[in-house]
């Protein structure tokens, strides 16, 4: 039976050198070859992932769930009113909060996001070149003074403050998807990452299964964050990758191999997709 399988990017298909391992990438073509079909699953911007398309996806699932892209065309977008972003963004700017409006042209980030950089530089000398990757990779610009930056279709911001996260969620639970950021090195225990109200990447996983015809059982998930829980749930098959969390992986039905040890490649070849 033909599958559909839905891969988050960071941390399941790309590594921590922004690539996708050889064996994962001959995976995807080989499954592609055999008549499923890939759908890329993630909390990027839709411009991030073009250099992974070759791989063989029909669909793109981007900023976790704001936007729907199949075979090349934008099925869905929903993006933040003007009046919410302004609302979050000014609870954040006075508590001096690093964050980053996540457009499609690319990542606005709030002056506290480059001190907070520097400070985790400072802190941690050896993953400065990380850092410097990731506002390079991500196109992450510095926002202006003044200057109101619209159309985001996912909003992150980062703490370690204690009880944060908690806060944001008791501030805009009601009118925003929240879920803890799955890149925490960067942006601390107590970020997270956020959407409009019923937005996320499970609901973004039943309208690309509606689009096709396809049912919950026709599905398959791979991640390795907690913002991949609502993909998993979305799916009949669930799969965490051995780098995830321990947590994680409880909800999963099957644990494949960290991602540099094939685990992708370990996960299609468990369900009988090469």
Known sequence: MKKIVFIDVDGTLVNE???????????????????????????????????LMGLGFQAVISAGGAEIEIERDVVFQRLFDD??????????????????????????????????F???????????????????????????????????????????????????????????????????????????EMTMKGLNKGSAVARVLEHYGLSKTDAIGIGDSDNDRAMLDACGIGVAMGNSKDDFKKIADFVTSDINDDGIEKAFKQYGLI
Request: aromatic content about 14%.
């Open 118 to 192: 520097d400070w985790l530089k400072a802190k941690e000398p050896h993953f400065a070149q990380y850092i410097d990757m990731y506002v390079k990779y991500e196109h992450v610009i510095r926002a202006e003074e003044g200057v109101f930056y619209g159309n985001a279709g996912k909003i992150v911001f980062g703490s370690i403050q204690p009880g944060f996260f908690d806060a944001v969620v008791a501030e805009f639970g009601g009118e925003c998807d929240i879920t803890r950021t799955s890149m925490a090195a960067l942006y601390g225990n107590e970020g997270g």
């Open 83 to 116: 009046s919410l972003t302004r609302k979050i963004t000014g609870f954040f700017m006075e508590r001096e909060t690093p964050f980053t409006l996540e457009r499609s042209t690319g990542l606005v980030g709030s002056p506290f996001l480059f001190s907070w």
């Open 17 to 51: 050198k922004m690539a996708a391992p050889e064996s994962a990438q001959a995976a995807c073509r080989t499954a592609v070859k055999n008549g499923h079909t890939l759908c890329l699953c993630s909390g990027r911007q839709r411009f991030l992932m073009e250099d």
